[in-house]
């Protein structure tokens, strides 16, 4: 009989940055709402902190905020290990590194679970000491409810 899958979800984001809170703001959505054997964690997001999780993991969901131009509140979920690709930030990310490119390392240093996805909530405001916006923290709602859907179907 082989082991159960080892599942994660790692909250993403800086919460004293306005909707850079939004990956955090899911994981504590997600506390007492799924299975016992799903592991709960919150990053900063720096590359070796994600890359560590990672290790650990055979099935990892990331909750992240993110800046693309789209409408704040938008959610786009990005399937990692067939290769989708996470966006980056347009400038310097408050992240270090970034999620991005802690997949790509943990992709090409063999340690990338056999399923990552992310789950990315398009941000506006990421002024030191905001809260979160209204959009963003509904959006947050919503992606901790899509999350707690598939890791209690396919991801398993």
Do not use: W, Y
Request: proline share 7%; aromatic share 2%; hydrophobic share 50%.
């Amino acid at each position: 009989m082989s082991d159960p899958p080892r599942r994660l979800v790692v909250g993403i984001g800086n919460p004293d940055r306005g909707d850079d809170g939004a990956g955090r703001l899911v994981a504590r959505l997600l506390r007492g709402r799924l299975a016992a054997d799903v592991r709960i964690e919150a990053c900063l997001g720096g590359a070796a902190e994600l890359i560590e999780l990672l290790r650990e993991a055979d099935v990892a969901v990331l909750a992240d905020a993110m800046v693309s131009g789209a409408e704040p509140g938008t959610i786009r979920r990005f399937d990692c290990a067939a290769g989708g690709v996470v966006p980056g930030p347009g400038g310097a990310s408050s992240h270090g590194l970034g999620v991005a490119q802690a997949v790509g390392l943990a992709r090409a240093l063999g340690c990338l679970p056999a399923v990552c996805v992310v789950f990315a909530v398009e941000g506006a405001d990421f002024a030191p000491g905001a809260p979160v916006s209204p959009p963003v923290a509904a959006a947050a709602e919503e992606a901790a409810r899509r999350i707690a859907a598939e890791l209690a179907g396919k991801l398993r």
